[in-house]
């Protein structure tokens, strides 16, 4: 099994050097042939310091495995910046690492960094990550981060925007690409993410619809409304500059437009009414809509690209206008 988990490293570790090399190469193909060469190889392991901490190693490797199932480069980065500041702060060996030493690293931060309720569930969403796949591999034998619980979450949803919001924030738009921007995010319930690198030619001006790769690398179709295609051609039609990309910068040479600018973008939006305002709140305003309106759970859950219909199901089940809306339709006696 030692023996196993060798070779397994020695696989992440020629393959990523490859890819560094070679970004075209197939890298399952590359997989499959040194992991049967290897089967006639017993791998030592060269080992410099015993006493060195190997959790920056054992990062490295998690990173690599993701990056092979198709994480997306920012989860990958944002992953990278959360366990480096895990290991800079314990200096044991993978091994040794407790629950208590997790829980100490993480009062420590949300002390000196105040952390968002939000902020700090992503930060145990990736410890738990990199713990249960350090249990998989065999790396550890019980996972510290097993006793380790999000914190409690608020029984009531964060209000969508109302459709006097939306027609409030239609208004105060200034400029073209405002006013796709807010139209397109709104009527897709796209994550921004998933659109920050669309072309002109991905987009079906015929039937209003596009793909966008989602979570987990997997493809998803999407679409929109008269009302988004009328700005944003409106928008393409009146911009400056020659350039294939959906949503771009004002200026040359006008590269597509980057997720914190368009998370700007919205917001400045808002706050000329008032109201916080980000793409995310569009995206939630989105399926709530739909569901207000009679669209059912999983036609939502595969527009929104939820893994599972339970994301989706909190919508429906916290909704007190569609529960009530629901009651009026089917309760006639």
Same mark, same amino acid.
């Given at each position: 099994m030692y023996q196993q988990k060798l070779n397994n490293e020695v696989v992440l570790r020629i393959i990523d050097k490859l890819v560094v090399a070679e970004p075209l190469i197939n890298s399952d193909v590359v997989k499959n042939v040194i992991e049967i060469v290897l089967m006639d190889y017993d791998i030592v392991h060269k080992r410099y310091q015993?006493?060195?901490?190997?959790?920056?190693d054992k990062i490295y490797l998690y990173l690599i495995s993701k990056k092979l199932e198709g994480l997306s480069v920012r989860t990958l980065k944002n992953y990278r910046y959360l366990l480096n500041m895990f290991a800079e702060n314990n200096q044991k060996c993978i091994t040794s690492i407790t629950s208590i030493d997790i829980k100490i690293f993480l009062a420590s931060l949300?002390?000196?960094?105040?952390l968002k309720k939000s902020t700090y569930e992503s930060y145990i969403a990736c410890y738990k990550s990199f713990f249960s796949w350090l249990q998989e591999q065999e790396y550890i034998t019980k996972n510290p981060m097993g006793s380790i619980k999000y914190p409690r979450r608020d029984k009531n949803l964060r209000k969508a925007l109302t459709l006097e919001d939306i027609e409030k924030l239609r208004d105060v738009?200034?400029?073209? &690409? *405002?006013?796709?921007?807010? *139209?397109f995010l709104l009527s897709s319930g796209c994550r921004v993410s998933e659109i920050v690198?669309?072309?002109?030619?991905?987009i079906d001006w015929g039937t209003m619809e596009f793909v966008v790769i989602g979570k987990g690398n997997k493809e998803r179709k999407c679409f929109f409304t008269y009302k988004a295609k009328y700005y944003m051609e409106k928008y393409i039609n009146n911009r400056d500059g020659q350039t294939e990309g959906l949503f771009?910068?004002? &200026?040359?040479?006008?590269?597509p437009i980057k997720v914190r600018a368009i998370e700007k *973008?919205?917001?400045?939006?808002?706050? &000329?009414?008032?109201? *916080?305002?980000?793409?995310?709140?569009?995206?939630?305003?989105?399926?709530?809509?739909?569901?207000q309106n009679g669209a059912k759970l999983e036609a939502v859950q595969e527009l929104l690209g939820h893994e599972t219909p339970d994301t989706t199901q909190i919508y429906a089940k916290l909704n007190t206008t569609i529960i009530h809306n629901q009651h009026r339709a089917y309760m006639i006696a």
């Open positions: 015993l006493t060195t901490t190997d959790i920056p949300v002390e000196s960094k105040g738009c200034i400029t073209y &690409r *405002e006013r796709a921007l807010f *139209e690198n669309l072309s002109i030619n991905d771009v910068g004002k &200026r040359v040479p006008y590269d *973008e919205i917001s400045n939006i808002g706050k &000329r009414i008032g109201i *916080e305002v980000y793409p995310h709140l569009l995206r939630h305003t989105f399926a709530t809509i739909m569901l």
